[in-house]
């Protein structure tokens, strides 16, 4: 009997035979058979939701034929080129970012993920202030409770303490301001707009203390970090940073792995602020996860001298790969064809309307944000201590569970006590389905959704 069947909760997968294998395994006891659309199912034949989008990446719907048969006829020609040899398919998706991407961010570094293309990022702008006289030009600065990936470099500019104790040591100086601030902490009197200048002010007296011929670039996710993520700044904030930026000669790096390629209703969360970054990272939604693919695209100006003869000091196997290539432009097709950013917009306009009614009322949803289809909520114990469960609990495992149990499958539930909440906060569960899905398939994940909190409620404290 499958879980859906008996409505029993479903099991870790025990480490044994060759699931023992798999170094640090901690999979449920379900075993993906297909994917299609916005559905994933199991080899017992149950149907799931893909609540977050794959791991928040899935900008088309799974196995859309228009990918697959250009994954195919690409394999069939060659699938790998030397950096000694063009290659053609490297070259279309390049100018296919360029065709995309705002103002003058026209060149683009391709490797195989967001890891990656944050690396790529940190030693574009290093090696950039070198080659235009700033040689000790070196620190970007990070927000705390942010995440840029699992590399050296990216967790030494992430600032969430529970990725980075086993490392620090051997992780780069690299300083934290916080993110532009929830609503609820704005004083009395303060308009939204005057209190993102004040945020964003932070980033000019990290510099001011660190010395502006020390810092590099400043990274930041456009619309929250951490245990804010999906916070929405108002304009004043990224405008003011930009300012900031410019004025103290600091690359500004616009980390859209999540964002970028549609989730927020737009190509890229930047364009809601009409805010040009000098340097943009992408991964995740520029292939849908089909193919492993991530980028750092560059404005013209942080171009120029690489293209006098600075030779850029960086490499990656996979940069480039032409099936990877092939696969992201087709991705890019089905993106542009079916009108996938205007559905993110609407569709994910409508989601927020029925998260606010159906769900935000429950007493363990301490908050619900985000735009288009990135709709962050909030999991606590109760909203009115803003605690979580104690880790022991495993508050995430169980709730994962429940979510198999009602045909919803999320993506950050996998990590129960190896993941740290924030100080008197929740965890951010993603609700980041497929852009391509409907109204009518929304009514159906809130539905359970809906059956899913109540349960986990009901469960957690027993």
Known sequence: ?????????????????????????????????????????????????????????????????????????????FTYVTPAMANEPRADLCERIARLMPGTLNTTYLVSGGSEAVETAIKIARQYHIATGNPRKNKVIGTWDSYHGMTLGALSVAGGAGYRHAFDPMLNDSPHIRHCRRPTDRPLGVSEEAWGRTCALELEEMIHYLGADNVSAFMATPVGAGKDYGLVPPQSYWTTVREICDRYNVLLI????????????????????????????????????????????????????????????????????????????????????????????????????????????????ADLRGKGLLAIRELVRDKETLEFPPPEAEPEVLFQAIAYKNGLSFYTALYGPRRPSAMKRGVAIFITPPLCITRAQVDDLVERLDRTVREWDRLIDQ
């Open 1 to 77: 009997m499958t879980p859906h069947e008996t409505g029993a909760l479903p099991g870790q997968k025990p480490a044994e035979g060759k699931w023992g294998r798999m170094f640090s395994n901690h999979t449920f006891d379900l075993t993906m058979a297909k994917a299609e659309g916005i559905y994933l199912y199991d080899t017992a034949g149950n149907r799931y939701i893909d609540v977050s989008g794959g791991a928040l990446g899935a900008s088309i719907g799974w196995s859309d034929p228009r990918v697959v048969e250009a994954m195919r006829e690409q394999a069939g020609k």
């Open 254 to 365: 616009s980390d859209e792995v999540v964002t970028g390629f549609g989730r927020t209703g737009a190509w890229f969360a930047m364009n809601h602020y009409a805010v040009i970054p000098d340097i943009m990272v992408t991964a995740k939604g520029i292939s849908s996860l089909y193919f492993p693919m991530g980028a750092a695209t560059v404005s013209d100006k942080i171009n120029e001298p690489f293209t006098k003869g600075t030779y850029f000091i960086h490499g990656h196997t996979h940069m480039g790969n032409p099936v990877g290539c092939a696969t992201t432009l087709a991705v890019l097709d089905v993106i542009e064809q079916d009108g996938l950013v205007q559905n993110s917009a609407e569709v994910g306009a409508y989601l927020h309307t029925l998260l606010r009614e159906r769900i935000l009322p429950h007493r363990p949803i």
